[in-house]
C-alpha cells in the first residue's frame, strides 16, 4: 500500500506539558521519513527526520520514534509551549520513486495556556 | 541565507484559465519538487526536477506541467483550470536527488479558481 496515515486528528494539551503525535506507514521498504511543522497560511516546517537503521532520534525538546516491527512512528514534543501550536505531518520518503514524499492527514495540536 | 521562495503568494483565476507558479530553491540545492495541498490535507506529490530534469511524476493529468531552469528555478503550469484545482501549491528544494535527501518548502502559492 501507500499510505502514511496518522491516528489522531486533534490534539490539544496544555502547556508545559509533553505531546506524543503518532503516525503508522504502510510500506515496510520505507527507509526515511520526516516531521513537519504546518503553521496557518505557511508551508511546512521540517522537524526532524530518521532513518530505518535508528530507532530513536533526539532534536531540541523533540524526539522521533521509530517501531519497524508495527510500521509505527512518533513525535514527542517536550514541554510544550503555545508556539507549537500548529499542524504536524509525518512524511515517507521513497527514493525509488523519484524521492517523493508521501504525507498523512496530519495532526492539529493545540496548547492550552 | 532565503530559503525556498515563491512567487505570487495568491492568485485568482478563472475555470479554463491557465497559470504559471513559480519557485526558486535555496542556494546550491539542485532539486525541486512541487506538491498540492488541499485544505485539510496533507500535501500531494505532483513533480520532482533534478539537474532540469523530470525525475518523478505524482497521479495528476496532463494539464499539469513543469519544468526547471539553468539556475535550477522552476515554474509549474496549470492548463484549463479546474474548480478543483483551487489549492495551495507548495515547492520543495533539496540538495540532491538520493535517498533521504531533505526536502525543505516554501510558503507557498494559494490559487482560487473561480
Known amino acids: 500500500g501507500e499510505s502514511v496515515g496518522l491516528h489522531l486528528p486533534t490534539l490539544s494539551v496544555q502547556e508545559g506539558d509533553n505531546s506524543i503525535i503518532n503516525c503508522a506507514y504502510s510500506n515496510s521498504a520505507s527507509d526515511y521519513f520526516i516531521w513537519y511543522k504546518q503553521e496557518s497560511g505557511k508551508g511546512p516546517q521540517f522537524i526532524i527526520d530518521?532513518?530505518?537503521?535508528?530507532d530513536k532520534r533526539q532534536g531540541q525538546r523533540v524526539t522521533v520514534l521509530l517501531n519497524k516491527t508495527v510500521k509505527h512512528l512518533s513525535l514527542q514534543i517536550a514541554a510544550t509551549q503555545p508556539g507549537d501550536s500548529a499542524v504536524y505531518f509525518c512524511?515517507?520518503?521513497?527514493?525509488?520513486?523519484?524521492?517523493?514524499?508521501?504525507f498523512g492527514q496530519g495532526t492539529e495540536l493545540s496548547v492550552k495556556p | 541565507d532565503a530559503g525556498v521562495t515563491q512567487s505570487p503568494t495568491h492568485l485568482i483565476k478563472t475555470r479554463g484559465q491557465h497559470v504559471t507558479l513559480r519557485c526558486s530553491p535555496i542556494s546550491g540545492h539542485k532539486s525541486v519538487s512541487w506538491y498540492q495541498q488541499v485544505l485539510g490535507q496533507g500535501p500531494q506529490f505532483i513533480f520532482q526536477y533534478y539537474e532540469k530534469e523530470e525525475r518523478g511524476r505524482g497521479n495528476f493529468p496532463d494539464r499539469f506541467s513543469a519544468r526547471q531552469f539553468p539556475n535550477y528555478s522552476s515554474e509549474l503550469n496549470v492548463n484549463a483550470l479546474l474548480l478543483g484545482d483551487s489549492a495551495l501549491y507548495l515547492c520543495a528544494s533539496s540538495d540532491m536527488i538520493a535517498g533521504g535527501a531533505t526536502q525543505y518548502f516554501g510558503p507557498g502559492t494559494r490559487l482560487l479558481v473561480l
Open positions: 512524511a515517507e520518503n521513497r527514493p525509488n520513486q523519484g524521492g517523493k514524499l508521501i
Open positions: 530518521i532513518r530505518s537503521n535508528m
